[in-house]
């Protein structure tokens, strides 16, 4: 960690401008994180009067609790879909894009603004949309003899949450892409073009393997919106029924945690999702140490 | 483009029109809901084209509110999303810039473990500490407040790297100049290096912007009372009414009018929303 070579010399004055972000991130970070560890250690007895400390006995009881396997399952799911569908769809249309000379500019705002709409708002417009009595969707699925109806079946709410998580997300993902396409050299794909490469041998040979950094980092970033942003997504729609189809970890978090009001467990899944969320942090971090010799 | 395919020209013309189509379809859906009667949605099918309904579903809604779900006006829900979502973008680019400042112009004891504590916030989300979050905000009695909505979202380490290595990039030289002339810290922060990054602050302001006024848990957990409601929050509230059906057309004006704000901002500033987002990933 690096500093400018001329300095300013002052005793005080950092410490001053440092505190307000210190401050707030020891009370509403390091200070609720250093809560849910302790937490997760202890249980509370139902009147909220005693606490008493019980080892890892709230880590055992979620690993052999179906309802959390479940959910772990569920997440494992649900993340794979929704990274696969956006990284997918963004692909394809930053191909696409990439062809377009004067009309790129144009697409790409038709494309990016998913990116403000807010996941809960995303989420209670497929929700009308797949409304079982009024929606559009079900009365289509109807006309070719599938019965839709998200508040019975797993898959179908499961089916319904991917879509409205993944619309929200290929904005950004798109962006990404178009901007990792743009910086691949012109000069490669013409030279494999005189050899008689195809574009399909070009996309397999050149492009795809040159644009996986980019590839790579926002499989990190969308599994991490997957897993971790998408709680709005599931408030605003399934709420993680039926029958805990699409409860994801961190919707159950904070299900058990204020709903069951049960604070060991809650605590004890809090610092499981720590845990994952710092390891695909350093594996994004080892990752942009790496890119710097591409 | 390597070679002239006319059959992948109209191709990709066509993937990009459906991409659009499929993109704007939930929104044009809610849109027009939105300008529909109550009863039109009793036929069983959603129509397709717009109804008479819209001026007197959006009065509606900014004006009085749906009273039955208990309910604001959008309009004041709109407002304290608005000063929600300014106060986090505004505090957090103030209290970043104040810390990039002191990390990358002065060396002073525990200057490393300042940079790790900031850090680590990356690896906290809200989402996964929510339980004692929502307690330590609840025991300072900041529970309906707008320093409780907004506050506990301004620590942020990528605002914080960010301007790092905006400063990493600006010339020695620059400082060297302005101590012979017998500038002190503070005058070369506010004389050369806010100017310096007024576009990357801006960017950044764009990309807050839109994060404030999207959150969603946060706001569900610390307003109970109704005067400190936030759009996006407040949806979820009116689609919830029990022993009834939904009114969908006054949920679909709320669900436009609550993604106006900010996707008019990424189409207004697509170039400052496009850098924020590239260079906050960094």
């Known amino acids: ?294 | 483009m390597v070679e002239n395919r006319p059959f992948l020209n109209v191709l990709a013309h066509a993937v990009l029109i459906l991409g659009v189509a499929v993109v704007a379809f939930p929104v044009y859906i809610a849109i027009i809901a939105s300008t529909r009667a109550p009863f039109d949605f009793q036929s069983g099918l959603l129509p397709l084209l717009p109804g008479p309904h819209a001026v007197e579903n959006y009065a509606t809604m900014l004006g009085i509110g749906l009273s039955s779900s208990g309910a604001p006006p959008l309009g004041l829900m709109m407002m304290n999303s608005l000063i929600m979502a300014l106060s986090i973008a505004i505090g957090k680019i103030a209290i970043s810039i104040l810390s990039a400042f002191a990390i990358v112009y002065f060396r002073f004891p525990f200057r490393t473990l300042a940079f790790w504590a900031i850090f680590i916030t990356l690896m906290l989300p809200v989402e996964v500490r929510i339980v004692p979050t929502f307690k330590v905000v609840a025991d300072l009695g900041m529970l309906n407040s707008y320093a409780g909505l907004s506050i506990p979202l301004m620590a942020s380490a990528t605002a914080t790297f960010l301007f790092r290595q905006v400063f990493m990039t600006i010339p020695d030289e620059l400082l060297d100049a302005a101590r012979i002339d017998g500038a002190g810290p503070m005058k070369f922060f506010r004389d050369i290096l806010i100017p310096l990054s007024r576009t990357n602050m801006a960017a950044l302001f764009v990309i807050l912007f839109i994060y404030g006024w999207n959150q969603y848990l946060w706001p569900l957990l610390v307003t109970t009372d109704s005067r400190y409601y936030t759009i996006v929050a407040g949806i979820k509230r009116m689609a919830d009414v029990t022993d009834a059906t939904p009114q969908w057309n006054f949920i679909m004006a709320a669900v436009v009018l609550a993604m106006l704000p900010p996707v008019l901002v990424v189409i207004f500033m697509q170039r400052l929303f496009v850098k924020g987002l590239v260079e906050t990933e960094k």
């Open chain 1, 1 to 294: 960690m690096d500093t400018k070579r001329t300095i300013f010399r002052h005793r005080l004055l950092p410490y001053f401008l440092l505190a307000p972000q210190l401050a707030v991130t020891a009370i509403f970070f390091l200070w609720p994180a250093g809560q849910a560890v302790v937490q997760s250690f202890e249980r509370e007895d139902a009147f909220g009067l005693k606490t008493t400390f019980v080892g890892l006995a709230n880590y055992t009881a979620l690993l052999s609790d179906p309802d959390y396997l479940n959910s772990l399952k569920v997440t494992v799911v649900f993340t794979v879909a929704v990274t696969l569908l956006s990284l997918v769809a963004a692909l394809v249309l930053a191909l696409a894009v990439d062809r377009m000379i004067k009309t790129a500019t144009g697409y790409t705002t038709l494309l990016v603004w998913p990116y403000a709409v807010a996941p809960a708002v995303a989420g209670v417009m497929w929700w009308f949309i797949f409304n079982p009595t009024i929606g559009l969707m079900p009365y289509l699925l109807e006309q070719v003899g599938y019965h839709w109806d998200h508040s019975l079946k797993g898959t179908d709410a499961m089916i319904l949450v991917v879509i409205a998580a993944s619309w929200n997300q290929i904005s950004y993902n798109f962006l990404f892409f178009v901007a990792g396409l743009q910086s691949i050299p012109a000069s490669m794909r013409e030279a494999a073009a005189i050899d008689g490469a195809g574009p399909a041998k070009r996309f397999w040979t050149i492009t795809l393997p040159l644009l996986s950094p980019t590839t790579f980092f926002l499989m990190v970033v969308n599994v991490v919106y997957a897993m971790f942003s998408t709680f709005a997504t599931i408030h605003a729609t399934t709420q993680g029924g039926p029958a805990q189809a699409t409860n994801i970890l961190v919707y159950k978090v904070y299900n058990d945690g204020f709903i069951g009001l049960n604070l060991g467990s809650s605590s004890a899944q809090s610092v499981v999702l720590m845990v994952i969320v710092i390891a695909l942090t350093v594996i994004q971090f080892a990752w942009v140490e790496r890119r710097v010799q591409y």
